[in-house]
Nanobody, 123 residues
Framework: EVQLVQSGGGLVQAGGSLRLSCAAS????????IGWFRQAPGKERKWVSW????????YYADFVKGRFAISSDDAKNTVYLQMDMLQPEDTATYYC????????????????WGQGTQVTVSS
């Protein structure tokens, strides 16, 4: 059974940092694309970042470039999203996602999803 278990998140002041974790199991971690989406209340879900585990390539949405960093720990089958210089507009529920292919991240349709975690940035 594929599982993506998220941790991290919480409340932080503008300018602060948080780190999200996504522990994966039940699929070949090395061959998948794993990343993050977010959804703010009343808004559509958007992809934030993903990492191609096959070659280590990383991708970021323009609105997080230079502030967020995605990484993975092979030994722990875990992907992290380090979020720095957080702003109130980053407030959203963040979802970990995984798929064998990378293109579902562009269409918002990865096969596997985590449970979501709330990130709230106060001004």
């Amino acid at each position: 059974e594929v599982q993506l278990v998220q941790s991290g998140g919480g409340l932080v002041q503008a300018g602060g940092s948080l780190r999200l974790s996504c522990a994966a199991s039940g699929f070949p971690f090395d061959n998948y694309a794993i990343g993050w989406f977010r959804q703010a209340p009343g808004k559509e879900r958007k992809w934030v970042s993903w990492i191609s585990r096959a070659d280590g390539s990383t991708y970021y949405a323009d609105f997080v470039k230079g502030r967020f960093a995605i990484s993975s720990d092979d030994a722990k089958n875990t992907v992290y999203l380090q979020m720095d210089m957080l702003q109130p507009e980053d407030t959203a529920t963040y979802y970990c996602a995984a798929d064998y292919d990378a293109w579902p991240f562009l269409t918002g349709t990865p096969t596997h999803w985590g449970q979501g975690t709330q990130v709230t940035v106060s001004s």
